[in-house]
């Protein structure tokens, strides 16, 4: 059984993600949020295996906790809920731990897909929505003379991450940050995809990272500052 707990300001969203997941087998909605200041606590007492997330609420907003239950051991697994053509904040999400997102008019069959990959602990993201994403974060940093994540700090810091791989490790990286599927990194590094996954697994350790899409961005900040 998953255990989700659905934090969204909008009352009406609520409502119809509760009745939706309803139908859906080995899913229990076990609490609602109408703020990520209620998440925390909500999370302490029920204890589920993911947070379906809005980002824009009042008090404090979904990547800022994200950010604060990501940074607990054994936290669950957070999808954040956006619109993506407008939702300025998809990546700070993302960076802060978020498994991957979804938009608020996404199928319901295909939600609940996407709850049980993120729940397994799959990011939510096709390899073509993380070049999107990369692709929107240049072109939005470009807009602002390149003063976010492509500064000479977080590229050193990138940078730094990056150095303690080793070279396969680095390579597979590498793909990742290119939206590659494992399957597709596995023919091109003429590895297979078990030992592709195993690298990655490796990498997220060693880089304390929670997902793949933040090794993306780590070789997107490593690379912007060369």
Do not use: C, W
């Not at 947070?51 to 604060?68: N, S, Y």
């Amino acid at each position: 059984m998953i255990r989700v707990l659905l934090a969204d300001d909008d009352p009406l969203v609520r409502s119809a993600l509760r009745l939706m997941l309803a139908g859906a087998d080995g899913v229990e909605v076990v609490a609602e949020a109408a703020d990520g200041a209620e998440v925390l606590s909500l999370v302490d007492a029920h204890k589920p295996d993911l947070v379906l997330m809005d980002i824009r609420m009042p008090t404090v907003d979904g990547i800022e906790a994200t950010r604060l239950l990501r940074g607990r051991p054994r936290a669950p697994q957070i999808v954040v809920l956006t619109t993506f053509q407008t939702d300025e904040y998809v990546v700070s999400a993302l960076r802060a731990g978020a498994a991957g997102f979804l938009l608020k008019h996404t199928p319901p069959a295909e939600i609940v897909a996407a709850l049980r990959r993120a729940a397994a602990g799959e990011p939510v993201l096709s390899p073509s929505v993380t070049q999107r994403l990369i692709a929107q974060v240049i072109a939005d940093e470009d807009d602002r003379g390149g003063t976010a994540s492509g500064d000479s700090s977080a590229g050193a810091r990138a940078r730094a991450q990056l150095d303690k791989l080793g070279d396969r490790e680095r390579e597979v990286a590498v793909a990742v940050g290119e939206g590659k599927t494992n399957a597709e990194i596995a023919a091109e590094l003429y590895m297979s995809v078990p030992t592709v996954k195993a690298h990655v697994s490796h990498i997220l350790a060693k880089l304390d990272l929670t997902n793949r899409v933040q090794i993306a961005l780590t070789v997107y900040d490593a690379s912007r500052s060369l």
